[in-house]
């Protein structure tokens, strides 16, 4: 067997949850705390057509082309990349598998390596509490500081508190319309993708609305669980 091949015991995790819920910033706790790697798929196919591999090669045709990458290519390059030593200790795959065709395509891909789901992590989110998250969003376009209209306002209304910047600047993207269509594509997407790991016992819940600490917590008690 080559190295792609070889069985291996790395937990693969996959996080799911809306724009917005915080996956990027728990998936990067989670790296830190437990030696896990985060593999986002836009990641994983900038760094093929980089590194120029097969799947790379045509990952790059494709879109050089102007039509979207086939799930055989990311696929193949998810395939390359778990093989890597730094995957030894396990993976937290975000944004992967979006579809019940993907995942069961993930399935098989594990199956040649003896690995298996070991968590699809949910993190739960309210709607209408979220269109008020991202919706509010700006950012000081001098030093690049995060603020928000009720979470976090400037001390004085227009001025950075860290550069006294005055420009601030909003993602085109980020008002209530286009949030709440993102929420629907969202859900409607991702509904029967978390039917499917429900009926495989691997879907487990997490509340994300609150506390960033707490949530954090949770997830690290389910994930070493998980992982055990």
Do not use: W
Not at 32 to 48: H, I, M
Not at 169 to 193: F, I, K, M, S
């Amino acid at each position: 067997m080559d190295a792609a091949h070889t069985a291996s015991t790395a937990p693969i995790l996959i996080l799911l949850g809306p724009p917005g819920a915080g996956k990027g910033t728990q998936a990067r706790v989670l790296e830190q705390k437990f030696g896990l790697v985060q593999l986002s798929t836009g990641d994983l196919l900038r760094a093929a057509v980089i590194a120029g591999t097969d799947a790379g090669k045509a990952a790059k045709a494709v879109m050089e082309a102007g039509d979207l990458v086939s799930d055989a290519i990311v696929i193949n390059i998810l395939r390359d990349r778990l093989a890597e030593p730094d995957c030894a200790k396990g993976v937290i795959l975000d944004g992967f598998p979006r579809t019940t065709v993907q995942a069961k395509a993930l399935d098989a891909l594990l199956s040649e390596t003896g690995q298996r789901i070991n968590a699809a992590i949910s993190l739960e989110v309210d709607d209408r509490e979220m269109v008020t998250r991202i919706s509010g969003r700006f950012t000081c376009a001098g030093c690049g500081e995060g603020y928000h209209d009720s979470f976090k306002p400037t001390t004085r209304a227009g001025i950075c508190d860290t550069c006294g910047g005055t420009d601030m600047t909003r993602r085109a993207d980020d008002n209530a319309e286009t949030v709440g269509q993102r929420l629907d594509a969202y859900h409607a997407q991702t509904a029967p993708l978390i039917s499917y790991y429900a009926r495989k016992n691997a879907l487990k819940n997490v509340d994300a609305m609150g506390d960033i600490a707490r949530i954090s917590k949770d997830l690290a008690a389910l994930v070493a669980h998980a992982t055990a």
